[in-house]
């Protein structure tokens, strides 16, 4: 099975799930409450779907595919935006940070500085 026929496939299964969903549904912050706490959350909320045995063979695993994907995203998005503010931080410490006016830092900043080529960018 491909990924688009695979994708078709989830989208068939949630628009024919969402009518039979609670309206009040919220996903709830895994760091506020855990993981176990938002689990159980969306057990008690989705009780009554989860009693439908028809819907136990391969909806159920697709729906868990989709969740754990979400958390997997959720949480990537935060490594990422910590390591920019940590890039952030860092530029705008150097950016701010006293300039060395000893012989040695001279002559450590001539040496590190760009060839003549690139002067004019």
């Not at 729906?63 to 890039?87: I, Q, T, W, Y």
């Not at 006016?101 to 450590?108: D, E, F, H, K, L």
């Amino acid at each position: 099975m491909g990924a688009g026929a695979g994708a078709g496939a989830q989208v068939q299964y949630v628009s024919l799930l969402s009518p039979g969903l609670p309206r009040d549904i919220k996903l709830q912050s895994w760091r506020q409450y855990t993981l176990r706490g938002v689990v159980e959350y969306f057990r008690a909320k989705l009780r009554d779907l989860g009693d439908y045995t028809p819907l136990r063979s391969g909806v159920f695993q697709m729906l868990r595919e989709l969740g754990n994907f979400l958390c997997f995203a959720d949480m990537a998005d935060a490594a990422v935006r910590l390591k920019c503010e940590r890039h952030a931080r860092l530029l705008r410490d150097l950016a701010d940070a006293p300039e060395p006016v000893g012989p040695r830092a001279r002559a450590a900043l001539q040496r590190t500085e760009l060839p003549s080529v690139f002067a004019h960018v």
